[in-house]
């Protein structure tokens, strides 16, 4: 029996401008919900031709957006009813009291407070540089605990089946960009040069073995600050 893990990313959404938090708690855009639908799809169309059974809760981030999609999926989908079960493991790197600020916010504060030094220049994207203000974690931490979410749902009763099944994950792109670093799917250097395509599954297989491959699905070759999820 195959255990498969569809890791999406949430459709685009409404978002405030220079924000690099993604934790904003806007919903889908017109263009998200279109995403959100695509992704059904390629789910439907992916179940028929390996028949695979579909898990029947779909888990997905807190973030209203990752909420949507997931509702969507589970409502567009033809095979047997799905629910949508919502983890707060499943967010994207959290910015602590610093969320949802703005990035000139963010470094105005931080110059003001003596307790610690000015952040690196490329602190919005440096895997393991963490904002030094409570409750703030590195994006390397937050891969980290989506990892481990994927690897304990995936272990679950679901893995008592006796035929192949896929489990679908909405989340963030860059939270699962560095869970699959975690997992050993993706090289580090791999990490800052791909993002992932709204609504479009990336399938990622649970061996025997408890190592993990990608069997289907495709990156997309980041250009500009991807981070921002």
């Not at 059974?53 to 981030?61: T, Y």
């Not at 390397?140 to 089946?161: D, F, I, K, T, Y």
């Not at 975690?182 to 791909?194: P, R, T, W």
């Not at 073995?209 to 991807?226: L, M, T």
Request: hydrophobic share 40%.
């Amino acid at each position: 029996m195959r255990r498969i893990a569809a890791l999406i990313r949430h459709g685009d959404y409404h978002q405030r401008s220079g924000a690099p938090s993604a934790h904003q708690p806007y919903p889908l855009n017109a263009a998200g919900r279109e995403h959100a639908h695509q992704a059904a799809k390629e789910v439907q169309d992916t179940l028929l031709q390996h028949n695979w059974q579909l898990a029947p809760v779909i888990d997905s981030s807190r973030m209203l957006r990752g909420w949507q999609t997931a509702q969507i999926i589970a409502e567009t989908l033809v095979t047997p009813e799905a629910t949508v079960d919502s983890f707060d493991a499943l967010a994207e790197r959290g910015m602590g009291c610093l969320a949802n600020l703005s990035v000139a916010e963010i470094e105005k504060i931080l110059q003001q407070d003596p307790r610690y030094p000015e952040a690196p220049s490329d602190w919005k994207s440096n895997s393991h540089y963490c904002l030094p203000l409570q409750g703030a974690e590195s994006l390397m931490q937050a891969g980290e605990r989506v990892a481990n979410h994927l690897r304990e749902r995936m272990a679950g009763p679901s893995a008592n089946v006796s035929v192949d099944q896929l489990k679908l994950f909405v989340g963030h792109g860059a939270a699962f960009r560095h869970a699959a670093h975690h997992l050993g799917v993706l090289a580090f250097e791999q990490i800052a040069a791909l993002s992932m395509y709204h609504g479009r599954p990336v399938f990622l297989e649970n061996m025997p073995d408890g190592s993990w491959q990608q069997i289907a699905g495709d990156w997309k070759v980041r250009g500009g600050d991807a981070y921002n999820d």
